[in-house]
């Protein structure tokens, strides 16, 4: 279950998960729905935007990707589309080879 809500630098990213990933300026121009990205994330907005439908595994990714821009936006890291989809199949891969590894970095939090 993809979580609604976020908490981060003292503030709070809404997710929402819907098929209308269109901006108004790509709707006018036309751009092709099936084409579309398949998550946003608006740093202005503290929201994040996920394509309804992908399977898990994008799914996954796609929602890692966005968590990382909201990341990259917050510390001023500066990091290009290339970086955080390299780094979100990578975190991805990562915690899908060691299902343990979430559950015990949560529980050696201070
Ligand atoms: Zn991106």
Avoid: W, Y
Wanted: net charge negative; charged share 30%.
């Amino acid at each position: 279950m993809i979580p609604t809500e976020l908490k981060f630098l003292g503030q709070t990213i809404t997710v929402h998960v819907d098929n209308d990933l269109l901006t108004e300026r790509e709707k006018q121009i036309g751009v092709d729905p099936d084409r579309m990205c398949c998550g946003i994330a608006s740093e202005s907005d503290l929201d994040i935007r996920l394509r309804e439908g992908m399977d898990p595994t994008r799914e996954r990714r796609v929602f890692i990707h966005e968590v990382l821009h909201h990341i990259d936006d917050g510390f001023g890291i500066g990091m290009d589309e290339r970086q955080i989809h390299t780094l979100s199949t990578g975190l991805d891969l990562m915690i899908q080879g060691n299902p343990d590894l979430a559950g015990f970095l949560v529980q050696r939090r201070s």
